[in-house]
């Protein structure tokens, strides 16, 4: 690391080194941008996060919104997880190696990187089935006469399609809602995407939850594309549920179970329509009646997928010493910096530009999207395409450089021409 540049971030420098003297110089050209490159890489606080993940040099991976990358410790510890708790202790590793108090203690460790306190979040489950509890929860807390459910126009499809079951089976109708519109006295509960999946635009959480709440309804957050790639404030602006991925920007591995938030004003009136014997105040009581546990708990169901929840509670150990702050500071400044490295290619940029309505990803969109990306992959470009024609490049602050960003903007050209 140059400590010129260190001390120095913001003093230009000339465009000399790795791309030769025959490229065109100038802050823009090629030249300008790979010493610009080199100069952010160098004054990253995050750069050495990069060494804990398993990634490869031939490749630049920017798929860590569909899947996030393996953290290199994961494999001893499942080793460790497999021969020892459950090969040696077997069942006694129920309580003696902590499995059964899982769930709440790797919510505790997501908690706090998405602004919510101890004992709110509990882990389990698939995000689709943590958003059916979320959203009948919402309703069954919700003003009795209110028929309305609003579901974001866009969502992630699988938010949709529970979400029409969940209006059905509480006999509320389901609104298509586009976000800012305004919120009605019919509206129970209103269900948000935090990011929006396919356009990488960023909703606003803090403004659209007080307009969810001055009309008196409550409001489901799906963080999956938010939760490890920016601050979210859960507690701080009084969401009253949300969920969330860990397999995405949380690099919990493929199928992580999910986490699920609820307030702790409704944690006592939180009716889970999946009251599951996990959620039982005394589940070894083994009683033909339903006594809901207090507190996170209640939002679990049956046994938890231990082995998976178990590899995620060890890749979240990447986060300990790192700040939100500075994941959402470098992923600004890094999907900035591939804007610019695209700005002459013959692609439209989705995500808006403004830093209050972007996540932490760039979508482009491109004749022949589906084309180009199985074009990108060959060359060791991942990203990953979106129906109809969305190119998407997802971008992990903790292990994506500045560097990876301009390689893949310079083979995103090349294979455009
Ligand atoms: C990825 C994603 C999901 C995935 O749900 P699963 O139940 O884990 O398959 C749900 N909602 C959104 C917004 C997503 O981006």
Redesign the pocket.
């Known amino acids: 690391m140059s400590e010129r540049i260190m001390t120095e971030p913001t003093e230009p420098t000339e465009p000399t080194g790795p791309t030769g003297p025959t490229e065109p110089t100038g802050p823009t050209g090629p030249a300008g941008l790979a010493g610009k490159a080199a100069e952010l890489d160098a004054a990253d606080p995050l750069a050495a996060c990069r060494e804990l993940f398993t990634l490869d040099a031939g490749t630049v991976y920017l798929d860590g919104?569909?899947l996030g990358a393996l953290p290199s410790h994961v494999p001893a510890r499942m080793q460790e997880v497999i021969t020892r708790e459950w090969g040696a202790l077997r069942i006694r590793s129920w309580e003696e190696s902590g499995w059964w108090t899982a769930p709440e203690r790797i919510g505790d460790r997501i908690a706090p990187i998405v602004g919510a306190g101890p004992g709110t979040v509990v882990v389990g489950d698939?995000?689709?089935?943590?958003?059916f509890k979320a959203l009948v929860a919402a309703v069954r807390t919700a003003v009795a006469d209110r028929d309305e459910i609003l579901v974001d126009a866009a969502?992630?499809p699988?938010?949709g399609y529970i979400a029409e079951s969940a209006a059905r089976m509480t006999s509320r109708r389901l609104v298509p809602y586009t976000p800012g519109d305004p919120i009605g006295p019919r509206t129970a509960a209103v269900l948000i995407?935090h990011?929006d999946?396919r356009t990488g635009r960023l909703h606003d959480l803090p403004g659209l939850t007080a307009a969810a709440h001055a009309a008196g309804a409550r409001t489901v957050w799906?963080l999956?594309?938010s939760a490890g790639a920016l601050p979210v404030g859960l507690a701080a602006h009084g969401v009253d549920f949300a969920?969330g991925?860990t397999?995405?920007y949380l690099n919990g591995g493929p199928?992580s179970p999910?986490f699920l938030y609820v307030r702790p004003g409704l944690q006592s009136s939180f009716d889970s329509p999946l009251p599951g014997w996990n959620s039982h105040a005394d589940p070894f009581g083994m009683t033909p009646e339903y006594h809901p546990a207090t507190g996170a708990p209640r939002g679990r169901v049956g046994t938890p997928d231990i082995l998976s929840m178990l590899a995620l509670e060890s890749a979240l150990d990447v986060w300990d010493g790192v700040s939100i702050k500075d994941v959402r500071a470098k992923s600004l400044v890094l999907t900035d910096f591939f804007l610019e490295c695209v700005r002459h290619l013959p692609v439209e940029p989705v995500t808006p530009a403004p830093h209050a309505e972007r996540g932490s990803q760039v979508s482009l969109r491109c004749d022949n999207a589906g084309a180009v990306m199985k074009e990108l992959i060959s060359r060791g470009v991942v990203g990953d395409f979106r129906q109809p024609d969305v190119l998407r490049f997802g971008f992990t602050p903790l292990y994506v450089g500045f560097g990876d960003a301009l390689r893949a903007a310079r083979i995103l050209g090349e294979a455009l021409g």
């Open positions: 919104n569909s698939s995000t689709s089935v943590n958003v969502t992630f699988t938010d995407n990011v999946y799906d999956c594309h969920v991925c397999y995405k199928g999910a």
